[in-house]
């Protein structure tokens, strides 16, 4: 009878994934052509092979974060409890995208921390700070680093918060995430070359996820810069709750089944002008609700 055992999905490419089994890493595939897997699941694996297996099944996902355009969704990871949301004072950082990942985030249950990388780039840290504050008011953490200037601090400022989670790391490109993961993980570079070379995707090494272990039991996921982030997997009563700004004023519309959009007496939109909801974020909530309207799952 062939071997089964259980192990973490810790990275993925394509339809072929590297899972961690018992310290071991293992390459494996699905049955058939399903590529339903992300990476941080824990999967049941059948070896077919000492360092080859079967992925059989799925172990119930405590999260999900993904992305999704009109026509198929793309995980980014299953099982995490934190998102780091990684933006820079120079290249100037997309609102939009930062915007949607709060709301991905919140829809599947994730806490979410803003890191503000490149502080020593004071031309354009207080116009940073100011884009950052719409965030910062509506409670969620805003942590500044300079991952190349201050090493030291910003590693004081971010490794404690990683302890007992399973935190992902999201940003454009250019935002400094890489530096912020090689001073978060000791040889990050030396486990990415050898999870490439395994995966056999050579010297592509940023176009996959990827996921570390900490020395704490901690872990840390990288995953590829991107440029959009499209929500079209949430739909309408999925998208109010899922704007953290939206909250206090749920429930307070006039009518029981209001869109927020244009209708009379709508709390929601009484909030936006009174200053209480950014016009950005109600703008971004239209723009969903659009979305949504298009999907052809």
Do not use: W
């Not at 993925?12 to 293992?26: K, Q, T």
């Not at 990476?39 to 059989?56: K, L, M, N, R, Y």
């Not at 995953?223 to 704007?243: D, I, T, V």
């Not at 959009?261 to 909801?277: F, H, R, S, Y």
Request: charged share 20%; glycine share 8%.
């Amino acid at each position: 009878m062939k071997q089964q055992k259980t192990g973490i999905v810790i990275a993925a490419h394509g339809r072929h994934y590297l899972a961690d089994v018992d310290g071991s890493h293992v390459q494996c595939v699905t049955r058939g052509k399903k590529t339903n897997v992300a990476v941080g699941d824990i999967v049941d694996v059948t070896f077919t092979s000492p360092d080859q297996a079967v992925i059989d099944k799925i172990q119930e996902r405590k999260t999900l974060l993904y992305r999704s355009d009109q026509y198929k969704s793309k995980l980014l990871a299953a099982n995490v409890t934190q998102l780091f949301i990684v933006v820079a004072t120079e290249p100037s950082f997309s609102d939009d995208l930062v915007s949607r990942a709060t709301v991905a985030a919140e829809a599947a249950g994730i806490a979410v921390r803003l890191v503000l990388n490149k502080v020593d780039v004071t031309a354009n840290l207080e116009q940073a700070r100011t884009r950052l504050k719409v965030y910062a008011a509506m409670g969620y953490p805003v942590h500044e680093v300079s991952a190349k200037e201050r090493p030291d601090d910003t590693v004081a400022e971010l490794a404690p918060l990683l302890d007992g989670q399973s935190t992902i790391l999201i940003g454009q490109s250019g935002m400094g995430k890489s530096s912020l993961i090689n001073l978060l993980v000791p040889d990050a570079d030396i486990a990415t070359r050898e999870i490439s070379a395994k995966l056999d995707t050579g010297k592509h090494t940023t176009t996959f996820t990827r996921l570390y272990h900490l020395s704490s039991g901690a872990s840390v996921i990288d995953s590829p810069g991107f440029q959009e982030f499209g929500l079209y997997h949430l739909s309408e009563g999925m998208l109010e709750r899922a704007f953290r700004d939206f909250a206090p004023y749920l429930g307070g519309c006039k009518y029981y089944n209001c869109r927020h959009l244009a209708e009379p007496q709508c709390a929601i939109l009484d909030a936006v002008g009174a200053g209480k909801i950014a016009p950005m974020r109600h703008e971004l909530y239209g723009q969903l609700l659009h979305e949504s309207a298009q999907t052809l799952y």
